[in-house]
């Protein structure tokens, strides 16, 4: 008799089972679309065009994160570009630790994403330009000279790139801070 009614409700368990999951599943893809802010536009969010803006963040157990999730032991740095003028020349000194650059676009997807390992020199130099923009760069470059700049295509005119080094050690945090302070962005 129990056995009659749990074969009786076990379709109907299963088909409310497939049905949350698609509900889930479905929600979950729309989120993206239907949030109201990007990490993108909250970088950038009052950061200049073409310059680098160091984000204030305190050591790890400080209250002072600049933006929700943020890692403590990283020092941040953004640069919001805009290439309707012309590429855009991201230079960023290396240190011993670890440092990444992250080109985002303005719906807050990943463009590009490098690390130091990709530096010259102990500098990333990155021209950020748009796919026009590269091929009058490559028209203008010499023969006989290799090119000393990572050339990054961008599909859009505008994005973020965010700069982030380690600090291991809370002492180590003013120099990465000065570190990123040198860095530049600037139009080329």
């Given at each position: 008799m129990i056995r009659d009614?749990?074969?009786?409700?076990?379709?109907f368990l299963l088909g409310s089972l497939a049905?949350?999951?698609?509900?889930?599943?479905?929600i979950i893809l729309l989120v993206p679309a239907v949030a109201g802010s990007t990490a993108a536009a909250r970088l950038s969010a009052g950061a200049?065009?073409?310059?680098?803006?160091?984000l204030a963040g305190g050591?790890?157990?400080?209250s002072e994160l600049p933006f929700p999730f943020a890692d403590p032991a990283m020092v941040t740095a953004?640069?919001?570009?805009?290439?309707?003028?012309g590429p855009v020349r991201l230079r960023v000194p290396t240190a011993d630790g670890f440092l990444s650059v992250v080109v985002l676009r303005p719906d807050g997807r990943v463009q590009h994403a490098l690390t130091d390992r990709a530096a010259t020199r102990r500098q990333l130099a990155?021209?950020?330009a748009t796919?026009?923009?590269?091929?009058q760069l490559e028209s203008l470059d010499p023969d006989d000279q290799p090119v000393q700049d990572l050339r990054l295509r961008a599909s859009h005119p505008g994005?973020?790139?965010?700069?982030r080094s380690l600090a291991q050690r809370d002492a180590e945090r003013p120099a990465i801070q000065a570190l990123l302070g040198r860095a530049s962005c600037q139009q080329d």
């Open positions: 009614r749990l074969f009786r409700l076990l379709p049905i949350a999951g698609i509900v889930h599943l479905v200049p065009a073409n310059r680098l803006e160091l050591p790890p157990g400080s953004v640069c919001r570009f805009d290439l309707s003028e990155i021209v950020l796919p026009q923009q590269l091929r994005g973020v790139a965010v700069i």
